[in-house]
């Protein structure tokens, strides 16, 4: 099987995330190691799952060429095309439970909570900005190719609706509503 392709760490982290040891723990807590294959740049995370000792590991490729990051402060999974790791459905389901973690009204925040609210609002409107990737050029949705997870075929077939492009340009411009508002709070 052809090693995946991850475009940041960030994005190795998200999937491994969405990939939780067969005892349901999802935490990963390893550090990365650089290896080179040929002429090609492998990143490897190994590490015993803390809940039940089982070795887990995942290997990744590294873009040939990093693209820019657009600002050291910004959540960043990559570049214009879209991930080969985390399918359309996926990014849509970690962006609405990202979302979801706080109140949309600033007023209903407990003091103290608007760093992390604004932080968890910053990634949500990132992973719809990378399923909006997947919607080719003129295409009114995104297509069925760009759904390889169970999970993203799940969303999917729950509200197929969400998929089209003007959904996704309504739920992105929601979150940056939301997040204007939280950084005037
Ligand atoms: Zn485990």
């Known amino acids: 099987m052809a090693i995946p392709l991850a475009r940041s760490s960030e994005e ?15 935490r990963f807590p390893a550090d990365s190691m650089l290896l080179s294959a040929g002429d090609e740049m492998l990143c490897r995370y190994a590490t015993a799952c803390p809940d039940c000792g089982q070795a887990r590991e995942f290997l990744f490729r590294l873009p040939a060429e990093p693209e820019p990051r657009v600002s050291r402060d910004q959540v960043w999974f ?10 359309a459905g996926q990014w849509m389901w970690v962006a609405e439970r990202y ?3 706080h109140a ?9 909570e608007l760093p992390r609210a ?4 910053t990634f949500a409107v990132a992973a719809m900005d990378e399923a909006a990737k997947f919607v080719p050029p003129g295409a009114d949705g995104v297509p069925e190719s760009a759904i390889w ?3 993203g075929r799940e969303e999917y077939r729950r509200e197929p609706f969400r998929f089209r ?3 996704i340009d309504a739920v992105r411009e929601a979150y940056r509503g ?8």
């Open 12 to 26: 190795a982290q998200l999937y491994m995330t969405l990939n939780p040891c067969s005892c349901g723990q999802a």
């Open 78 to 87: 990559g570049g214009e095309h879209p991930s080969e790791l985390i399918d």
């Open 99 to 101: 979302a979801g973690l």
């Open 104 to 112: 949309a009204d600033p007023r209903q925040l407990a003091p103290g």
């Open 118 to 121: 604004r932080a968890d609002l």
């Open 149 to 151: 997870s169970d999970r």
């Open 165 to 167: 492009r003007s959904a």
């Open 178 to 185: 939301e997040l204007a508002r939280l950084g005037q709070a």
